[in-house]
């Protein structure tokens, strides 16, 4: 005697959720895109137009954090709307003064690559450093191996190998004609500096993947807002310290005054900085908890390719033959490195749909 368990076709509203959760993600795809577009834009026009304070432009980039206010107190007031409504035991939490040094650590963290990332902005050609900024894809193929336990593909190597050319190239001709107000050597420090942006921008990215899976072992709306709010507090407030400490501060009237465009342009250019910003987090924020922080890197990465194109159109930044090389190099890296997200989460859905559909119960007697 045989008794066999028929599973059902899947449910129509099931199908539908999902559709509608890769709108979401579209959405929050073009979203993260588009505002950091403008936003690396505005950044650079700060500087074009007379800007002169690295510390301003630094505390900006965190200081449009309250935006985040409503989604956090939205997501909050759910969880507890929603909290363990079958009755199940809650999970274990870490403590609160683990929780806050996380906080602590990702701030200064973030508030390092603010003011790393504001160096190389203001020293660098926009299309310059959106080339250099693609050392992102490298590194964080790097500590995602040693920290994530992300294996090395050929794939991943070759985009390795190609964007260290990519960058190689654009070191070795930091003298080149689209010099406009800087001499080499602080050209050559803006280029360390955006380099040393791109490696910790993705060291964060890769501990902030271990916190997730590791420390709080979930990726709910409410722990992925909490861990970019606080976070961009503390590095909001560093960055107010360093405006204070530096004397920033005090030239701010003069610097207002002399923005070649004048004094609302000077402070809507500051004012978009930060929102445009804080739209992009959530947009990534929203790729982190619809799919992974993975795959919010790979699509954030998708505007340094935007980004020269748009800086050729706006800025006026000259495309000489080696950093034409440089671009069509970057380019190859990043779809190598998507390439292989693609077949990473192609084997994933294999793995899972060749599991048990089916279960069989026999009896014999």
């Given amino acids: 005697m045989s008794t066999n368990i028929v599973v059902t076709e899947e449910p129509q509203p099931l199908r539908f959720r999902e559709y509608k959760r890769w709108l979401r993600v579209t959405l ?10 403008s936003a690396t834009l505005l950044g650079t026009l700060y500087f074009e137009k007379g800007g002169k304070s690295r510390w301003i432009a630094s505390f900006v980039l965190s200081a449009g954090f309250p935006i985040l ?3 956090l107190f939205y997501s909050q007031k759910h969880v507890k709307s929603t909290k363990h409504p079958n009755n199940d035991p809650p999970k274990t939490k870490p403590k609160p003064s683990m929780i806050c040094s996380f906080y602590l650590a990702f701030g200064l963290m973030m508030a390092a690559m603010n003011l790393l990332y504001t160096y190389g902005i203001s020293y660098l050609p926009l299309s310059t450093f959106t080339l250099v900024c693609t050392s992102q894809l490298g590194f964080n193929a790097i500590f995602t191996f040693f920290i994530n336990s992300q294996k090395f593909t050929a794939l991943i190597f070759n985009s390795i190998v190609v964007l260290t050319l990519s960058i190689a190239l654009i070191a070795l001709n930091t003298e ?11 050209q050559i420090i803006g280029f360390f500096c955006a380099l040393a942006a791109s490696a910790t921008f993705s060291l964060h990215h890769s501990l902030l993947q271990v916190y997730f899976k590791e420390v709080v072992k979930t990726e709910t709306l409410s722990v992925v807002l909490n861990m970019n709010f606080y976070p961009m507090l503390i590095a909001t407030f560093s960055g107010l310290v360093g405006l204070v400490v530096s004397g920033d501060w005090k030239k701010l009237q003069t610097e207002m005054k002399e923005f070649e465009n004048g004094k609302v342009s000077y402070v809507m250019t500051l004012v978009w900085i930060a929102v445009t910003w804080q739209l992009a987090f959530v947009g990534m924020l929203g790729l982190i908890f619809e799919v992974s922080s993975l795959f919010s890197i790979v699509i954030g990465n998708m505007e340094l390719s935007i980004t020269p194109i748009l800086a050729v159109m706006v800025f006026g930044d000259k495309i000489y033959g080696v950093k ?11 779809l190598s490195y998507v390439y292989q997200h693609y077949l990473d989460d192609q084997k994933t859905k294999k793995n899972i749909s060749n599991g048990p559909e089916v279960s069989k119960v026999e009896e014999e007697n």
């Fill in 69 to 71: 206010l409503p989604l």
């Fill in 176 to 186: 080149s004609e689209d010099t406009k107000h800087h001499p080499k050597e602080k």
């Fill in 28 to 37: 929050y795809a073009i979203l993260l895109l588009a505002c950091q577009c």
């Fill in 324 to 334: 034409v090389i440089a671009f069509l190099l970057a380019i190859w890296g990043f």
